[in-house]
């Protein structure tokens, strides 16, 4: 009786492919349409699979933006953690300045921003969208998601910047935060300014050497008088009681 040939099938790499097609596919949709807008009959005709594969590897719509932002977000994210860490040894036992603490935010963001291989600036596009959707899962996955890296930046800064309140450093770093991601999502908000040169508005690289000492300013600016606008506030609720 002649034995049956043992056919190996090469499942493994099939299914890792598969998963990549999957992720590329969504990434550049989601950077297109937005999350609401890509449907899933969309993404599995861009990946050319069926609906059962992007079921079998990712459960849900959901997930699978999640896993999309995963990808890119964790090394970028430990990059600037490491180089963090590097730049504070470096200058200890004084606290690293603030313009330093600031490269270590965006260089990382300038790196992958050149390297299509890592998503390159559709992903950062896409990460822009991502902060400005009102899917509240995004929001609650990108705070989980930044919650160390955010932790250890504030940590930086607020050594940097001793006199700075805990609180005002808290909004400082999200305006920080709020315009990288406008900026690097290639908004048509640029468009709108006519005088500013094309190849600017779509070069990461210029537009984070032009964002940077503009973050920077905003970071260090003298503190605002916000209890005059608490006590003017305090008084409109009084007179409307009375």
Not at 80 to 89: C, G, H, S, Y
Request: charged share 25%.
């Amino acid at each position: 009786m002649a034995k049956a040939k043992v056919i190996a099938l090469p499942v493994a790499r099939g299914s890792a492919e598969t998963k990549e097609r999957i992720l590329d596919a969504a990434e550049t949709l989601f950077m297109e349409h937005g999350y609401e807008a890509t449907s899933l009959r969309a993404l599995t005709a861009a990946a050319d699979v069926n609906l059962a594969a992007v079921n079998y590897h990712f459960g849900t719509k959901e997930e699978l933006f999640q896993a999309v932002l995963t990808r890119r977000l964790d090394p970028m994210n430990q990059r600037r953690l490491e180089l963090l860490t590097r730049l504070e040894a470096e200058s200890a036992p004084k606290p690293l300045p603030c313009d330093r603490i600031l490269s270590a935010l965006l260089v990382p963001a300038l790196t992958l921003a050149r390297d299509p291989k890592r998503g390159g600036s559709n992903f950062l596009r896409l990460l822009g969208r991502a902060y400005a959707d009102p899917a509240p899962f995004i929001r609650q996955f990108l705070s989980d998601q930044y919650a160390e890296m955010i932790a250890r930046f504030k940590a930086a800064f607020g050594r940097a910047l001793p006199h700075m309140p805990r609180k005002e450093l808290s909004w400082r770093l999200h305006f920080i935060m709020g315009a990288l991601s406008y900026t690097l999502a290639g908004t048509d908000a640029l468009k709108l300014i006519a005088e500013l040169n094309p190849l600017e508005t779509t070069n990461d690289e210029i537009l984070l050497r032009r964002l940077a000492p503009f973050l920077l300013a905003g970071l260090m600016a003298p503190l605002p008088d916000v209890g005059a606008v608490t006590r003017e506030l305090a008084g409109e609720r009084g007179s409307r009681r009375r």
